[in-house]
Protein backbone atom coordinates (compact mmCIF):
# COMPACT_ATOMS: atom_id res chain seq x y z
CA UNK A 1 0.00 0.00 0.00
CA UNK A 2 1.21 3.27 -1.26
CA UNK A 3 1.62 6.38 1.49
CA UNK A 4 2.83 9.91 1.94
CA UNK A 5 3.49 10.86 5.35
CA UNK A 6 3.69 14.66 5.63
CA UNK A 7 6.48 15.95 8.41
CA UNK A 8 7.62 19.13 9.43
CA UNK A 9 4.58 21.43 10.50
CA UNK A 10 4.10 23.22 13.65
CA UNK A 11 3.94 26.98 15.00
CA UNK A 12 6.52 29.72 14.15
CA UNK A 13 6.44 33.38 14.33
CA UNK A 14 5.30 35.57 11.21
CA UNK A 15 8.50 36.23 9.08
CA UNK A 16 10.95 32.30 10.44
CA UNK A 17 11.07 29.75 8.25
CA UNK A 18 10.01 26.11 8.50
CA UNK A 19 10.87 23.12 6.22
CA UNK A 20 8.15 20.34 4.97
CA UNK A 21 8.95 16.58 4.46
CA UNK A 22 6.87 14.17 1.71
CA UNK A 23 7.50 10.74 2.37
CA UNK A 24 6.10 8.03 -0.15
CA UNK A 25 7.08 4.59 0.85
CA UNK A 26 5.31 1.45 -0.62
CA UNK A 27 5.36 -0.59 -3.45
CA UNK A 28 6.25 2.47 -5.83
CA UNK A 29 7.76 2.03 -9.28
CA UNK A 30 8.05 5.56 -10.19
CA UNK A 31 6.97 8.92 -8.88
CA UNK A 32 5.41 11.55 -11.24
CA UNK A 33 4.41 14.68 -10.92
CA UNK A 34 4.33 15.76 -6.87
CA UNK A 35 2.91 18.62 -5.03
CA UNK A 36 2.11 20.95 -2.17
CA UNK A 37 -1.52 21.99 -1.56
CA UNK A 38 -3.17 23.62 1.68
CA UNK A 39 -6.10 24.22 3.52
CA UNK A 40 -6.88 26.85 6.02
CA UNK A 41 -10.14 27.01 7.84
CA UNK A 42 -13.72 27.76 5.71
CA UNK A 43 -11.82 27.60 2.91
CA UNK A 44 -11.33 25.04 -0.09
CA UNK A 45 -7.79 23.32 -0.70
CA UNK A 46 -5.64 25.54 -2.81
CA UNK A 47 -2.40 24.85 -5.11
CA UNK A 48 1.09 25.81 -3.43
CA UNK A 49 3.86 24.35 -5.59
CA UNK A 50 4.05 21.63 -7.87
CA UNK A 51 7.41 19.91 -9.21
CA UNK A 52 7.54 17.55 -11.89
CA UNK A 53 9.78 13.93 -11.98
CA UNK A 54 12.66 16.22 -14.09
CA UNK A 55 12.58 19.00 -11.47
CA UNK A 56 10.21 21.94 -13.07
CA UNK A 57 8.51 23.80 -10.52
CA UNK A 58 5.42 25.47 -10.46
CA UNK A 59 4.16 27.85 -7.62
CA UNK A 60 0.63 29.89 -6.57
CA UNK A 61 0.95 33.93 -6.82
CA UNK A 62 0.95 34.00 -3.26
CA UNK A 63 4.28 32.11 -2.32
CA UNK A 64 6.47 32.52 -5.06
CA UNK A 65 9.61 33.96 -4.16
CA UNK A 66 9.13 32.84 -0.54
CA UNK A 67 8.62 29.40 -1.04
CA UNK A 68 10.64 26.49 -2.94
CA UNK A 69 10.19 22.99 -3.98
CA UNK A 70 12.20 19.94 -4.33
CA UNK A 71 12.03 16.47 -4.28
CA UNK A 72 14.88 13.40 -4.40
CA UNK A 73 13.82 10.91 -6.81
CA UNK A 74 16.02 8.62 -5.29
CA UNK A 75 14.67 8.77 -1.71
CA UNK A 76 11.20 9.17 -3.26
CA UNK A 77 10.73 12.53 -0.94
CA UNK A 78 9.64 15.92 -1.52
CA UNK A 79 10.55 19.19 0.23
CA UNK A 80 9.12 22.75 0.75
CA UNK A 81 11.40 25.09 2.46
CA UNK A 82 8.68 28.17 3.53
CA UNK A 83 10.54 31.35 4.39
CA UNK A 84 8.82 34.18 5.28
CA UNK A 85 6.11 33.11 6.57
CA UNK A 86 3.00 35.21 7.08
CA UNK A 87 -0.23 34.61 9.25
CA UNK A 88 -2.41 34.03 6.09
CA UNK A 89 0.09 30.81 5.76
CA UNK A 90 -1.72 29.32 8.07
CA UNK A 91 -3.43 26.26 7.10
CA UNK A 92 -2.94 22.56 6.96
CA UNK A 93 -0.60 21.75 4.16
CA UNK A 94 -1.39 17.97 2.42
CA UNK A 95 1.70 16.06 0.31
CA UNK A 96 -0.05 15.11 -3.56
CA UNK A 97 1.82 12.58 -5.63
CA UNK A 98 1.09 10.74 -8.78
CA UNK A 99 2.42 7.42 -7.96
CA UNK A 100 2.81 4.41 -10.69
CA UNK A 101 2.80 1.02 -8.83
CA UNK A 102 4.42 -1.92 -10.05
CA UNK A 103 2.36 -3.69 -12.96
CA UNK A 104 -0.45 -0.90 -12.48
CA UNK A 105 -1.48 2.07 -13.93
CA UNK A 106 -0.91 5.89 -12.70
CA UNK A 107 -3.08 7.01 -9.52
CA UNK A 108 -3.36 9.68 -7.05
CA UNK A 109 -2.31 9.73 -3.66
CA UNK A 110 -2.60 12.12 -0.71
CA UNK A 111 -1.06 12.57 2.58
CA UNK A 112 -2.94 12.85 6.06
CA UNK A 113 -1.69 16.71 6.58
CA UNK A 114 0.35 18.59 8.94
CA UNK A 115 -0.88 21.82 10.30
CA UNK A 116 1.26 24.78 9.90
CA UNK A 117 0.36 27.68 12.14
CA UNK A 118 2.00 30.93 11.89
CA UNK A 119 1.65 33.64 14.90
CA UNK A 120 3.12 35.54 16.95
Known amino acids: QVQLVETGGGLVQPGRSLRLSCAAS????????MGWYRQAPGNQRELVAT???????NYADAVKDRFSISRDNAKNTMYLQMNSLKPEDTAVYYC??????????????WGQGTQVTVSS
Open 96 to 109: NAEVIRFGALPSDY
Open 26 to 33: GPIFKIND
Open 51 to 57: ITRGGST
